[in-house]
């Protein structure tokens, strides 16, 4: 049974924890009678990224947002982080839900799983939103070995105590920051023993997403999805308006729009690649009208 989650703005969020196989898969749902959706999030994340997204639809929608397997506070599963296994995992949470199709969002590495979803069960997901996510593919970067790949998404640093964790994403993101983020921030991290914060994906588990990503890139999987599909990219902030970096994001997206059959683009401007903590409004708005369109 779900247990109730009394954050003050967030009165109708339910949390609880689904047994999916030998998963204890710890969801989000804001409940309501509206259409379900699923909204799975990025890496070393959890469901709790959308929190500032969520309450902007669930008046027509009922949003359920899981922590996916190693993530958050589902079980720390020593392996399956390929692409067929999570879309499973998404699938069977479904099936726990009663839900037979519906709508689904992805957030950076979950637009990666949302788009595997949508491929490889394309008859329970009427339509992907991917977002800020599903186009980074390794074979695309300005030098595209395993080695530069890998380096370039290797674990974020987590690293110092719980205040020294909180001041430094306080800092990081001051022009978003409130209560709100450092009670998400928080739900993807653990405190160890030395008093240190680490990660919740542990690097073993990382590591696997990483060779998924590489062995398995977008070039594979987009052209085979047949259902609407939906990139929302972040267009980069003054700061970091025609660096390399985001020169090479806007290759990835249109090799990505152009891989889409049945798929476009929306760029939201002067953003960060977490558009639901810097503009959760105006990305629920891109979602509720390409979602409900006929």
Not at 32 to 55: D, F, I, K, M, N
Not at 92 to 112: C, K, N, T, Y
Request: with cysteine; charged share 20%; proline share 6%.
């Amino acid at each position: 049974m779900p247990d109730s989650n009394t954050s003050s703005n967030e009165s109708a969020l339910q949390s609880g924890v689904a047994l999916i196989g030998d998963l204890h898969v710890h969801y989000l749902d804001w409940g309501g009678g509206g259409e379900p959706l699923l909204a799975l999030h990025g890496l070393a994340s959890s469901g709790h990224w959308y929190r500032r997204v969520a309450p902007f639809l669930s008046d027509q929608y009922r949003i359920i947002a899981p922590d996916q397997r190693g993530h958050g506070a589902t079980t720390q599963a020593p392996n399956g982080y390929g692409w067929q296994t999570l879309a499973e995992d998404a699938v069977r949470l479904m099936d726990h839900f009663g839900i037979s199709r519906a709508p689904v969002l992805g957030h950076s590495w979950g637009g990666h799983v949302a788009s595997n979803l949508a491929m490889r069960f394309p008859d329970r997901v009427s339509r992907v939103v991917m977002i800020d996510g599903g186009f980074q593919d390794g074979g695309l970067m300005p030098e595209p070995t395993w080695e530069a790949f890998r380096q370039r998404l290797a674990p974020r640093l987590v690293a110092g105590t719980r205040d020294e964790y909180l001041a430094r994403l306080a800092d990081n993101l001051s022009f978003c920051w409130g209560d709100d983020l450092e009670e998400i921030a928080l739900t993807m991290v653990h405190e160890g023993p030395d008093g240190q914060m680490y990660d919740n994906l542990r690097p073993q588990n990382h590591a696997q997403v990483l060779e998924t990503m590489w062995n398995e890139p977008p070039s594979k999987v987009l052209p085979r999805i047949t259902i609407p599909a939906l990139i929302v990219a972040a267009g980069p902030r003054a700061d970091r308006a025609n660096s390399q970096f985001s020169r090479q994001r806007e290759v990835m997206v249109a090799a990505a729009e152009r891989a889409l059959s049945n798929g476009r683009v929306h760029w939201i401007q002067d953003t960060i690649h977490d558009i639901g903590y810097h503009k959760p409004e105006e990305l629920a708005s891109v979602v509720r009208e390409f979602v409900s369109e006929d």
